[in-house]
């Protein structure tokens, strides 16, 4: 393993409302979290990355305190949770989760080690990225409320990392994704 300075770097992309998915420490916000995966075609070790994925998610919201009631679904019905029409999620809504405040759907597009090898072996980048999909449903309507595409990365030169750090990295991942804008 080859190692050397790492940093982070986090940007969104899309319309993200500017304000913090997590509740405040007034409130008191119960949220349905909807998440799934679309890994590209060629896609590794997918079975790896779907558990990671899975204990960084439940990991995540058990321990960020970010609401105060929260439910945790993949799959609804035997159906993947993120291929719901909207028809379907509004009918899920008004029978599942008319106590919920909102819906929140995480796709993990991108989970994983990166290596980039430059003109020689002596330029190498790499590190670990996490590619998500956010969007704020209203329950009542199955309408979007805000989305965007969390980024995160952690690496750079000389840094090579394997899977070993993908829940972690997911968790992180989460924690800027959900805080508010500039609070870092």
Request: charged share 20%; proline share 4%.
């Amino acid at each position: 393993m080859l190692s050397g300075c790492a940093s982070t770097r986090f940007f969104v992309n899309g319309q993200s409302g500017g304000k913090p998915r997590c509740q405040g420490s007034d409130e008191k916000i119960s949220m349905v979290i909807l998440w799934g995966t679309r890994w590209r075609l060629n896609q590794k070790d997918v079975p790896l990355r779907e558990a990671a994925a899975e204990r960084g998610i439940e990991r995540f919201f058990s321990t960020a305190r970010c609401f105060s009631k929260y439910r945790i679904f993949r799959s609804i019905g035997g159906r993947p949770a993120l291929d719901l029409s909207a028809a379907e999620l509004h009918a899920f809504a008004a029978t599942n989760i008319a106590a919920s405040d909102r819906i929140l759907s995480i796709t993990v597009r991108e989970l994983g080690p990166v290596v980039k090898l430059f003109s020689s072996l002596a330029l190498i980048d790499g590190g670990t990225e996490v590619v998500l999909d956010i969007s704020e449903i209203v329950p009542a309507t199955g309408e979007t409320a805000g989305s965007f595409i969390a980024h995160w990365q952690n690496g750079g030169p000389w840094v090579i990392k394997g899977v070993a750090t993908l829940e972690d990295d997911i968790v992180s991942a989460l924690r800027e994704a959900m805080s508010p804008p500039g609070s870092k």
